[in-house]
T-cell receptor
């Protein structure tokens, strides 16, 4: 079974630009969640999509958005990039939705997209 | 609401044991544990869903004390391959929170 695939792996942008990152989950997984990882803040939850619907959202500004397609592939977009957006963006897929207060499904992570904002 | 892990960093010699703790100020309903090696994606180790539950994964095991809002990860007879950053994670409200992370280095 192929793992979670994220593209691009590395990218460099300048302040004010926008960026779109892509994530292809493991076949059969309908939940895709996104995380931002930085040395200072650690791993921070961005949002989760399940069956094309955003189910949960972390404490990030509206510049961070995402969507999920019918084949479960997901994209996240960051508009008006700021220097502080430089980070490793990880996506994870799961066979189960993050629901209620009990997370029953393990998360399978992709290698991440490393974004540098200059 | 981010869980706090302790210690922040630990260095072990091969064969030594270690304990990593994960504490939450909010109620814990389930706990995930992941390991991330440098430059790689986090890899799932185990989930504990019930208070009092203990699980094992090779020489790595974990416990979950729901009342104390704590979980501990036990690494016994550590191997070089155990090096990496360990994260606990839990769901709270509408978010999934990862802990602050513990860097573990095993040296020969």
């Amino acid at each position: 079974k192929a793992g979670v695939t994220q593209t691009p792996r590395y990218l460099i942008k300048t302040r004010g630009q926008q960026v779109t990152l892509s994530c292809s989950p493991i076949s059969g997984h309908r939940s895709v969640s996104w995380y931002q990882q930085t040395p200072g803040q650690g791993l921070q939850f961005l949002f989760e999509y399940f069956s094309e619907t955003q189910r949960n959202k972390g404490n990030f500004p509206g510049r961070f958005s995402g969507r999920q397609f019918s084949n479960s592939r997901s994209e996240m977009n960051v508009s008006t990039l700021e220097l502080g957006d430089s980070a490793l963006y990880l996506c994870a897929s799961s066979p189960l939705e993050i629901q209620g207060r009990r997370v029953a499904g393990e998360l399978f992570f992709g290698e991440g997209s490393r974004l540098t904002v200059l | 609401q981010q869980p706090v892990q302790s210690p922040q960093a630990v260095i072990l010699r091969e064969g030594e044991d270690a304990v990593i703790n994960c504490s939450s100020s909010k109620a814990l309903y389930s706990v995930h544990w992941y390991r991330q090696k440098h430059g790689e994606a986090p890899v799932f180790l185990m989930i504990l869903l019930k208070g009092g539950e203990q699980k094992g994964h090779e020489k790595i095991s974990a416990s979950f004390n729901e009342k104390k809002q704590q979980s501990s990860l036990y690494l016994t007879a550590s191997q070089l391959s155990y090096s990496g950053t360990y994260f606990c994670g839990t769901f709270g409200g509408n978010q999934f929170y990862f802990g602050t992370g513990t860097s573990l280095t095993v040296i020969p």
